[in-house]
């Protein structure tokens, strides 16, 4: 294995003193200069495989993201397995899964590293929720179970129906975090190319209890994340942690198995939460059902996909027109005794309706659809985006030969605050145009670049386009302000 980079030494973010200056230098950059890896070591990204973790900068959107190392075995990997490499780092970064811990950039560096960034989660695990509770005795209720479940395999099922397959890898309740509104995000992605391919996964992995019977042979695949959740559910449901279980009275450090897992299943109350956990830690891999199955499962088939739907279509609806609407609405239902919240009407003249008799649900049900906690990308495959035309090399990421990464920027400019162009020396240029574009989220955005004698504003819009600095809807907008400045010089 590479030695690794001389920046491991660094502070880690439990030590708090006269230091922590030091902790806020910047040590790297990646090669377009948005992303600013810093001294102090992120713990919380304990993950298998990735040698390190840094807090670092999102200079563009001035947020704190993680900078996280690995070095895989291979100094120089194979054409193919870059190609694979870069294709499952690419899906990764193209995800907006509001499950998923975001994955923003990839790149390769030397002597077989390969760095990636992601978004920096200050909310706790799930794990330290669930043992304050036990702490206090108190027992995780079955509806927020049920809805920690649904969200995790909300996430699972995203992961396992991308192309090519994901595989989460590192799946626990430590690597689960739970937001103050009650949102579940999963995190810390191992992806199966890091098991396969960097040397410090197995010895780490080994001593996981929520790894499944098969990992390490040959033919294990998805499964094992469908194993590593039910080890999760059984965690959730359960009034103390598997491992102080496993331990007993005598105090010894001992990992459960299999066995102790079972025991613990059949101390549930809920006859249907052991089943459905049971059925997740079969010992068997071709006996676990999928993440989409355990979403249609009956236990947690308890809101009917009718009223999901209707939800947000009427979120949309109402974020769009304004409060106003949502209030006119709201009185409507207040006014009628029928409650209908939604209906369907077939061609044979059927009209199947879906009542809900409380407003105050109905209400408390939208505010979850707009925090995210019923997305409707829960059993769909992600977005696709067909790239054709090459990115420059210094955005580039695990480039394999004759391949192209492209960013596409979904975020729509609503005002340029600036356009202006002036006569630059540099670099042999005749001409140097700046702007400054606000976007829908009120994110400013500073372009600019050198003129060469052929450029014109419609070459200019279609490369900032192409480079995933606007929306390819904004390109006769940018042309618009451009053109008149080409004409002026």
């Known amino acids: 294995m590479p030695e690794k980079n001389p920046a491991a030494s660094a502070v880690p973010d439990t030590q708090r003193d006269s230091g922590e200056d030091s902790e806020d230098e910047i040590l790297e950059e990646d090669p377009g200069g948005r992303w600013q890896k810093r001294r102090r070591k992120v713990t919380q990204r304990d993950v298998p495989g990735i040698d390190a973790a840094y807090l670092a900068m999102d200079t563009e959107e001035a947020v704190e993201v993680v900078w996280n190392e690995l070095y895989f075995s291979e100094r120089k990997m194979q054409k193919q397995q870059e190609a694979y490499m870069k294709k499952v780092f690419d899906n990764l970064t193209k995800w907006k899964h509001p499950n998923i811990v975001r994955f923003y950039k990839h790149w390769k560096g030397q002597a077989g590293k390969v760095v990636f960034i992601t978004e920096y989660m200050t909310s706790g695990s799930l794990k330290n929720f669930i043992k304050r509770a036990q702490k206090n005795k108190t027992k995780v209720g079955m509806k927020m179970w049920k809805r920690w479940c649904r969200q995790i395999l909300y996430a699972l099922s995203y992961f396992h129906g991308s192309d090519p397959e994901i595989i989460h890898g590192n799946l626990s309740c430590d690597t689960v975090f739970i937001q103050h509104n009650g949102l579940i995000k999963i995190g810390c992605v191992a992806p199966d190319m890091i098991h396969k391919h960097v040397k410090t996964v197995h010895d ?7 790894t499944a019977p098969e990992y ?6 998805c499964t094992i994340d469908i194993y590593a959740f039910g080890v999760c559910a059984l965690e959730m449901a359960m009034t103390e942690m598997l491992t102080t279980v496993a331990n007993g009275s005598e105090g010894k450090s001992k990992l459960p198995d299999h066995a102790a897992m079972m025991g613990a299943i059949d101390r549930l109350d809920d006859s249907g939460q052991r089943e459905f956990i049971r059925s997740c830690l079969a010992f068997n891999k071709e006996d676990r059902p999928t993440a989409k199955e355990l979403l249609m499962h009956d236990l947690l088939f308890d809101v009917h996909p009718l009223k999901v ?9 109402f974020d769009s027109k304004g409060q106003l609407l949502e209030t006119s609405y709201m009185s409507k239902l207040r006014s009628t005794s029928e409650g209908v919240f939604a209906e369907i009407k077939h061609s044979d003249g059927r009209e199947p309706q879906l009542h809900q008799s409380k407003l105050a649900d109905i209400e408390k049900f939208l505010q979850e659809v707009r925090d995210g906690l019923y997305p409707l990308t829960g059993v769909q495959p992600p977005e696709r985006v067909d790239h054709k035309s090459k990115a420059p090399a210094a955005e580039s990421s695990l480039e394999a030969e004759g391949e192209a990464t492209e960013y596409v920027e979904k975020r729509r400019v609503v005002t340029i605050v600036s356009c202006k162009m ?14 400054v574009v606000k976007l829908e989220d009120g994110v400013q955005r500073q372009l600019s670049c050198d003129l060469t004698r052929d450029d014109t504003a419609e070459i200019v819009a279609n490369e900032l386009i192409h480079y995933g600095y606007i929306n390819k809807a904004d390109h006769d907008t940018v ?6 400045l080409f004409k002026a010089s």
């Open 204 to 210: 780490v992995r080994k001593n996981y209890y929520y």
């Open 216 to 221: 390490g042979s040959p033919n294990w695949d």
């Open 309 to 317: 739907f209707a939800a947000h279509e009427l979120v949309k609806l």
């Open 422 to 435: 002036e006569g630059s020396e540099e670099c042999g240029a005749q001409r140097h145009i700046s702007m």
């Open 479 to 484: 042309v618009a302000h451009a053109a008149p």
